[in-house]
């Protein structure tokens, strides 16, 4: 898997890196390559390239990028936007460097008409202007800058982070530079892949610039991007093996006539590969559910009890409802059972606002896996869906901690944490994003819980799975057609 750096741990690296004897002036040098490698082997010397350059290190980027193309032959121009009086030391070390190339300095509003022609002329525009320390929302000639080159039709290229995203959480600050390329060094960062950001870095490339391995810089806890490593942890398959083997599960879903979430979380558990289903429902939802899914056990509520005693995991909440019955029913449930527990949809929301219910989780004897959206984890912190959002990763850390559970929070790029190891799927289809897809992913990690798997492990597993499922679903049947039981009828390709 991937490892993701946020902009402390970046910078940590980079000091780490020079201490072991890489100096920074030779790490921007490499930085400079690796970018310029992307432009000449898309562009001939016949283009002109001009280079946004901010004053700080990344500026510092931009500036060798520009001497190597000018070298090579090309036609470069460098906007030098900012206060040149508070450049970094290797930006002064660079620009010293610089020969030959044409420099325009922008330092506020009213210069910009005078470099309206330099840009209109560009096939290439890189932005070198910030890096990953970017923390304030951007303004005046920066943004100005940017929004002009974003009206252009050249070909673009970001060094580290487009300029206006933030870093850490992939928020756009005021205003972003929109890449058809981004150069990462070393490693990806969160703006890569949590949204807007990831939507306005383009195509992002790594290099490996020569940084030391973060563990040997005291790294110790980098987010990882889930791919297929993830479902190689997951208990192998006993050929001589019966249903008892791969696992029972129970789960409780549905209410007075909406049987759906049951049948979708039921069938997803089956096809995850679990031995045996048990189905809690109103008997309202009985024929519905045993006519769509004959092999699933149906159970009534008092046949629970029973049915609790031999389950290996359970799922509770799609679809439940968060009347008062339900409240008593997921407290009761709390008390009784002592196997590991995924909590989606009206779970959550139960426990966001009831007590009683919230201090049962916290005693909880087993593993939980909590499953919410942006909206239903802002119930549980209290805050609006917006604010959840412009945090994921950040967010997802803080209710793994309160909660005492691993955390799923759905969305676009998916969050996975314990509170201490955080993982992150950004494999996904916009295809997946119709009702039902929470339903299925909540079945496939519960069915990959009674089969042993441990719960942080059910989790990746689990949601790469039907991420990939229904990125392979969109492919074969359309993004705007897909249902979230096309999801189902795909997971065989993805866990074989």
Known sequence: M???LNSDQARRLDEATQEYGITGMELMERAARA??????????????????????????????????????????????????????????????????????????????????????GADVIVDAIFGIGLSREIGGVHARLITAANALDSFKLSIDVPSGIATDTGMVLGGAFRA???????????????????????????EDIGFIRPEAAGISEPVTVLDGECLLQLPERDISGNKGTFGRV??????????????????????SGTGLVYISSPEENRIIIQTALPEAVYRTDTENSETINTADAALV????????????????????????????????????SDEDAAWFL???????????????????????????????IGNAVMAAKRYNAIVVLKDASTVITDGEFTAVSCCGSDGAATGGSGDVLSGIIAGLLGQ?????????????????????????????????????????????
């Open 2 to 4: 991937k490892l993701c």
């Open 35 to 120: 970018c310029e490698k992307q432009i000449i082997g898309r562009f001939d010397q016949s283009a002109c390239i001009v280079v946004l350059c901010g004053t700080g290190n990344n500026g510092g980027d931009g500036l060798a990028l520009s001497r190597m193309l000018s070298e090579r032959g090309y036609l470069v121009s460098v906007i030098a936007v900012g206060d040149e009086e508070k450049a970094s030391g290797l930006w002064i070390k660079q620009m010293e460097l610089l020969s030959g190339i044409d420099i325009i300095s922008l330092r506020d509003i009213n210069d910009l008409p005078d470099i309206r022609g330099v840009l209109l």
């Open 250 to 271: 129970f789960i409780r879903a549905g209410s007075p006539g909406m049987a759906g979430a049951a049948l979708l979380c039921g069938e997803a558990c089956y096809r």
């Open 452 to 496: 042993g798997a441990d719960a942080y492990t059910a989790a990746c597993a689990g949601v790469y799975a039907h991420d990939m499922a229904g990125a392979v679903a969109a492919s074969r049947l359309g993004r705007r057609y897909m249902l979230a039981r096309d999801i189902i009828g795909a997971l065989g390709e993805v866990l074989v």
């Open 317 to 352: 909440g799609p679809g439940l409802s968060t009347g008062g019955q339900a409240v008593s029913e997921l407290i009761t449930l709390l008390r009784e059972l002592e196997i590991p527990l995924v909590l989606d949809a009206d779970a959550i929301n139960i426990i966001s």
């Open 362 to 392: 916290e005693k909880y004897p087993a593993a939980v896996i909590m499953t919410p959206h942006p909206a239903e984890m802002g119930r549980l912190l209290h805050m609006t869906s917006k604010e959840v959002k412009e945090d994921l």
């Open 180 to 206: 058809d390329v981004t150069v990462t060094f070393g490693y990806l960062k969160p703006a890569h892949i949590l949204h807007p950001g990831r939507k306005l870095c383009g195509e992002v490339i790594v």
